[in-house]
């Protein structure tokens, strides 16, 4: 079957032809695969800034963002039926008994290291026509959700984020842990760092739990990504017109910051005027450029000073996966129009080497199988 995958030997990205899987336990399911996404992931994986074939293969098969279709079960599979829909998740557990983090299904929080993540490490991903794995790693996705699946692992991102945040915003006293997910950023001012995919479907999380939410990224006004914000109900201001100090005016306390971009000197920047009792979230992983100036004198002293926390957050639970299915139902009925625009464009698997070495506009792109 067809597949594309990355040869790091030989630095080559190609479609070739991969052994196509079958069911070999009981508990198994396979899924023909539909639509998979194209990140920033991808295109470090084909640039060969990182990705790791599986023990003993010289390739690995690339695509982590999936979306797919139940074709098969294996007889003691309970919950997944043919003709469902189904994403995956990306990273399976360590073998290690002492692992707690990976025996509690929490391998979002491995430290031993020794996860793999299907499509990225050690193990084929779902840029091909089939793929089997345990239904304990798989998703239901309502057939309502087909046009828009596969933006279920990129929101992944924002919701296991948001549950880290929540979790940090219950340290203040007067926190109500009751409070419904709609009302948890009620009064409170979201910044968000990036309007890419992951920071536009992050803006959707954060209006919906209550935010007033800017978003704070590179184009100038009027660009099509800001009238998206716009249209969610944020607000979209320009890093290229409008200075953090600026912007601080602007806002006044900003109590998220959210960074979905990688982009560490316009994050540091707006640390500094981070407010008080504030939390920043790092979830894009930047390039590795030369060392940038930082006040970390300033920073520290505003750290104590505001009670800030600042952490890092990396791949999603399966609770993110669940919250993910059900805010994409959320907000397909918020912002139909919007979340269809999110997918800019399908491509065919064979012209997939062109789209992830290339540099394809818009905002998320589609390989179709
Ligand atoms: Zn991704
Ligand atoms: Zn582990």
Redesign the pocket.
């Known amino acids: 079957m067809k597949a594309i995958a990355i040869f790091p030997k030989t630095h080559e990205v190609k479609l070739i032809d991969h052994e196509e899987p079958k069911i070999t336990t009981p508990t198994q399911v396979k899924l023909r695969m539909l639509e998979v996404g194209v990140c920033g992931t991808d295109k470090k994986i084909t640039s060969f800034q990182f990705g790791t074939p599986p023990a003993g293969s010289e390739y690995l098969v690339i695509g982590h963002e999936s979306l797919g279709e139940v074709v098969e079960v294996g007889p003691e599979v309970r919950d997944i039926k043919p003709g469902d829909l189904a994403v995956m998740v990306v990273r399976h557990?360590?073998p290690?008994e002492y692992?707690r983090?990976?025996r509690m299904g929490h391998?979002d929080f491995?430290?031993?290291g020794?996860?793999t993540e299907l499509g990225i490490k050690e193990a084929h991903g779902f840029m091909t026509e089939f793929v089997v794995a345990e239904e304990r790693h798989m998703n239901v996705v309502p057939r309502e959700l087909r046009d828009v699946g596969v933006l279920t692992e990129p929101l992944t991102v924002a919701e296991k984020a948001m549950a880290q945040i929540w979790q940090i915003q219950q340290r203040l006293p007067w926190i109500d842990p009751h409070t419904s997910a709609q009302m948890r950023g009620k009064g409170l001012k979201a910044m968000v760092l990036g309007a890419g995919p992951v920071g536009l479907l992050g803006t959707m999380v954060f209006v919906a739990s209550g935010f007033e939410t800017y978003v704070y990224s590179r184009s100038k006004v009027p660009n099509p990504k800001a009238d998206l914000v716009e249209e969610i109900g944020g607000k979209y201001i320009s890093n290229e017109t409008t200075s953090v100090e600026q912007l601080a005016e602007q806002v006044g306390n900003i109590d998220l910051a959210f960074e979905a971009a990688g982009a560490s000197k316009v994050a540091f920047d707006v640390m500094r005027v981070l407010g008080t009792n504030a939390i920043f979230a790092f979830a894009g992983v930047p390039d590795l450029k030369a060392p940038i100036k930082v006040d970390t004198d300033l920073l520290i002293r505003d750290h104590v000073l505001k009670n800030q926390v600042v952490f890092g957050s990396v791949n999603a639970d399966t609770a993110a996966f669940e919250a993910a299915i059900r805010d994409l139902a959320v907000f397909k009925q918020r912002w139909p129009q919007v979340l269809r625009s999110l997918i800019t464009g399908y491509y065919p698997i064979e012209q997939a080497p062109q789209l992830l070495l290339g540099s394809a506009g818009g905002i998320k792109n589609v390989v179709t199988l």
């Open positions: 557990p360590c290690h692992c983090a990976c391998q491995c430290f031993t020794d996860f």
